[in-house]
């Protein structure tokens, strides 16, 4: 089983930046895909980027191409979440999450955080 644990969410202003980071423990982290996912208030949970095994092999939603970046390090058992030029509409609790295919999907995932608030103002 693998236990996830977020950070580095916060506020921030709009055309601003934060660095989210998840932090894994337990067996096979490097056999895992990782995702990131978030939440707006009273909407449904939605894919952000995922990281294949290899930490080149990535994958963004249309909507964070060109401002977000997820990167994992296998040594370091983590996976990271660079955010440039927020958007009051990036504004969410952000998940990081563990699974065995590369999907989009929230039910693909088997592992998951607890959560980072990300509040960007205008």
């Known amino acids: 089983q693998v236990q996830l644990v977020e950070s580095g969410g916060g506020l921030a202003q709009a055309g601003g930046s934060l660095r989210l980071s998840c932090a894994a423990s337990?067996?096979?982290?490097?056999?895992?895909?990782l995702a990131w996912f978030r939440q707006a208030q009273g909407k449904e949970r939605e894919f952000v980027a995922w990281?294949?095994?290899?930490?080149?092999?990535?994958y963004h939603t249309d909507s964070v191409k060109g401002r977000f970046t997820i990167s994992r390090d296998n040594a370091k058992s983590t996976v990271d979440l660079q955010m440039n030029s927020l958007k009051p509409e990036d504004t969410a609790v952000y998940y990081c999450?563990?699974?065995?295919?590369?999907?989009?999907?929230?039910?693909?995932?088997?592992?998951w955080g607890q959560g980072t608030q990300v509040t960007v103002s205008s």
């Open positions: 999450a563990a699974g065995v295919v590369l999907s989009t999907r929230v039910k693909s995932y088997y592992y």
């Open positions: 337990g067996p096979s982290f490097s056999s895992y895909v």
């Open positions: 990281a294949g095994l290899q930490e080149t092999h990535t």
